[in-house]
């Protein structure tokens, strides 16, 4: 089964300084990672994904996201925050090796960035 | 072009009752997708149509929820009998497919469903 943890609620970062939200993931084989974004009562916003290829995946806002087979992790991050940024953040993945269609995302948790001005 | 509409955004019924909740997807997104979101949890997996047909509804919690598309767009995700642990934020979202299954998927707003 595939799942992914995000391991901190809440992550506090001042205004100017470089983020990162942290993500791990289980999967059996090799994973489809996405992450979004959920501002107040907005649905879901996509940010990037990582499919294949280049382990250093570059999405909107600025942000970016590093993909580590070997730590089985994928964190986002951001060189300098902005008040703006601060929202609640999700990890998803998906197995393709799962057959038939079973196309879903499984989320994490997620987890709170506030940006202190 | 227009996002993921979902209506209606806020829902309250008693408990017992029937609730209809509605999603109107991306035009020409054939995939269409439900998720169920609790308090300070992720979204979580309900069911997922390619086109008219339910692929995967493996995710609904009991049969008292049902889901159709009957016209390969709008959907209607139905609660039977509700009950007070059904309270949640009811998430739709879509993606093209079908030829690749990494596409991303854009989700609407939302509905609150709070069942009294």
């Known amino acids: 089964a595939q799942s992914v943890a995000q391991p901190e609620d809440q992550v506090n970062v001042a205004e100017g300084n470089p983020l990162t939200v942290k993500c791990t993931y289980s999967?059996?084989?090799?994973?489809?990672l996405f992450w979004y974004v959920q501002y107040p009562n907005r649905g879901l916003q996509f940010l990037l994904k990582y499919i294949t290829g280049d382990n250093l995946v570059k999405g909107s806002y600025g942000f970016e996201a590093e993909f580590n087979k070997s730590q089985t992790s994928f964190h986002l991050k951001k060189p300098s925050a902005l008040v703006s940024d601060s929202a609640l953040y999700f990890c998803a993945v998906r197995d393709p090796r799962v057959p038939g269609s079973a196309r879903q995302l499984t989320f994490g948790s997620g987890t709170q960035l506030t940006v202190l001005p | 072009g227009a996002g993921v509409s979902q209506t209606p955004s806020n829902k309250v019924t008693e408990k017992g009752k029937y609730v209809e909740l509605r999603c109107d997807p991306i035009s020409g997104h054939t995939a269409l997708y439900w998720y169920r979101q609790s308090l300070g949890q992720g979204p979580e997996f309900l069911i997922y149509f390619q086109g008219t047909g339910a692929a995967d509804d493996s995710g609904l919690p009991n049969d008292r929820f049902f889901a159709v598309r009957p016209e390969g767009s709008v959907s209607t995700l139905k609660i039977q009998r509700t009950e007070r642990g059904d309270s949640a934020v009811y998430l739709c979202?879509?993606?093209?497919?079908?030829?690749?299954?990494?596409?991303?998927?854009?989700f609407g707003p939302g509905t609150r469903l709070t069942v009294l």
């Open positions: 979202a879509s993606s093209l497919t079908v030829t690749s299954d990494y596409n991303e998927q854009f």
């Open positions: 999967v059996s084989g090799n994973p489809y």
